[in-house]
């Protein structure tokens, strides 16, 4: 069975510095890995995918398969990042069912 | 182009009675999902619905059921409510054989009391 693993409930970093966000994830296959995010009174959206390897907002995320892991990175953090980070998976085939991990609350102090 | 809608916004019922839940998806979107937001246990998958047919279900009991109509659009029904239903629930739209990408709604909050 797959699952999502974000070790971290609550992260809170000041204006100007980097972070991290932890996902590992279990599953035997070769999954598709994803970033959703949530602000403040607004629905969860996509931020990236690592398929199209793409930063998104100064995001980026690389997954490592030798560590099953896929850490969210940004090496200057806005006051607007602040938000509700999951990482997910789908684990392939036709059904693109996502597993979540159960988020990280990032808080970008000024 | 118009997103995901769910209705309604908060739904409050009393444990053993009934709830309906219903999603519009994007247009053109033929799949839909529903996912059950509870504190504490996260996101979890409930239901997929594809071209009208259930096509797989999480691991929730069977009074979770649902069903898709001929215009892509989504019922969620929970019999026999019970207090631990109380949760976000969200609908997420796809392109089948596309990018993977789920459009989310905005949730039904429900509240069993």
């Known amino acids: 069975a797959q699952r999502v693993t974000q070790p971290e409930k609550l992260l809170s970093v000041f204006k100007g510095a980097p972070v991290e966000l932890k996902c590992n994830y279990s599953?035997?296959?070769?999954?598709?890995l994803f970033w959703y995010v949530q602000y403040s009174r607004q629905r969860l959206q996509l931020l990236l995918r690592h398929i199209s390897r793409e930063s998104i907002k100064g995001f980026t995320a690389d997954l490592n398969k030798g560590e099953t892991s896929f850490h969210l990175k940004k090496p200057f953090a806005q006051e607007e990042d602040s938000a509700m980070y999951y990482c997910?998976?789908?684990?392939?085939?036709?059904?693109?069912?996502?597993?979540f991990g159960k988020g990280t609350l990032l808080t970008v102090n000024p | 182009e118009a997103g995901v809608t769910q209705s309604p916004t908060h739904l409050i019922k009393t444990r053993g009675q009934q709830a309906t839940l219903r999603c519009s998806p994007i247009s053109g979107h033929t799949s839909v999902y529903w996912y059950q937001q509870a504190l504490g246990l996260g996101l979890q998958f409930l239901l997929w619905?594809?071209?009208?047919?259930?096509?797989n279900r999480g691991n929730f009991p069977p009074r979770f059921s649902g069903r898709q109509f001929p215009n892509y659009s989504s019922e969620l029904n929970v019999n026999a409510l019970e207090l631990e239903d109380s949760a976000l629930y969200l609908c997420a739209s796809i392109i089948p054989a596309g990018t993977y990408e789920q459009y989310f709604g905005p949730g039904t909050r429900l509240t069993v009391t």
């Open positions: 619905y594809d071209e009208g047919e259930e096509r």
């Open positions: 599953y035997s296959g070769s999954p598709e």
């Open positions: 997910a998976l789908i684990s392939g085939g036709s059904n693109y069912k996502l597993t």
